[in-house]
């Protein structure tokens, strides 16, 4: 058996929810909350301490994508959807609202679990994604600070592009700061001066 997970449910239909919820307790999973609707789900203090976010919906509206939208914004979720009925238009708006895993007419008490597992493991390979993007965004924009910073100290220093680098760098060292927040300071005095 795996790593028992905290669940959200989201379920309009009560017979169906208690079917799943077992299904779920069957494999040694705890449904935290459940829910009717995913009105509600933003500003659930279980979504904090939930694994999954599971949601059975007939027919998913625009609503439950924003709500899902919101959720990925805040508090990123694996997010399983089994839905009764979809087209083209609707299997995009849950790529789109960080639906993880996305059944059409198939909810089968023993093909749950490993929807989960592959949806959890979308999730994780997603965020590593997001992150190694935002780190790279990151690199680039201290990157750019430090150039502007480089060229307004050869400008107004008449110094080299090395000797502007040299500059920046003997400041971080002597004040204990990182290079680019020395590139920021540097840039934001030359904006007052300017």
Same mark, same amino acid.
């Given at each position: 058996m795996g790593i028992a997970l905290k669940i959200i449910l989201i379920d309009e239909n009560a017979g169906r929810s $208690?079917?799943?919820?077992? $299904?779920?307790?069957?494999?040694?999973?705890?449904?935290?909350?459940?829910?009717? @609707?995913?009105?509600?789900?933003?500003?659930?203090?279980?979504?904090t301490h939930a694994d999954v976010v599971i949601i059975n919906a007939d027919i998913p509206d625009t609503e439950v994508?924003? @709500? !899902?939208?919101?959720? @990925?914004?805040?508090?990123?979720?694996?997010?399983?959807?089994?839905?009764?009925?979809?087209?083209?238009?609707? $299997?995009?708006?849950?790529?789109?609202?960080?639906? @993880? $895993?996305?059944?059409?007419?198939? !909810?089968?008490?023993?093909?749950?679990?490993p929807i989960i597992d592959v949806a959890m493991a979308r999730f994780r390979e997603f965020q590593a994604l997001k992150d190694e993007l935002d780190a790279t965004r990151n690199q680039l924009s201290e990157r750019k600070a430090v150039e502007k910073a480089k060229g307004l100290l050869m400008k107004h220093k008449n110094v080299n592009e090395d000797e502007a680098y040299q500059s920046l760098r003997k400041m971080a060292m002597d004040k204990n700061r990182r290079i680019v927040e020395v590139a920021e300071s540097v840039i934001n005095a030359f904006e007052l001066l300017g």
């Open positions: $208690a079917m799943l919820r077992r $299904a779920l307790q069957d494999k040694g999973h705890d449904v935290i909350c459940r829910m009717t @609707n995913s009105s509600q789900l933003q500003d659930s203090n279980e979504l994508f924003a @709500n !899902l939208t919101d959720v @990925n914004k805040t508090k990123p979720k694996p997010i399983v959807m089994f839905t009764e009925e979809s087209d083209t238009d609707m $299997a995009n708006s849950a790529i789109k609202s960080g639906v @993880n $895993a996305y059944i059409v007419d198939g !909810l089968e008490e023993d093909r749950v679990q």
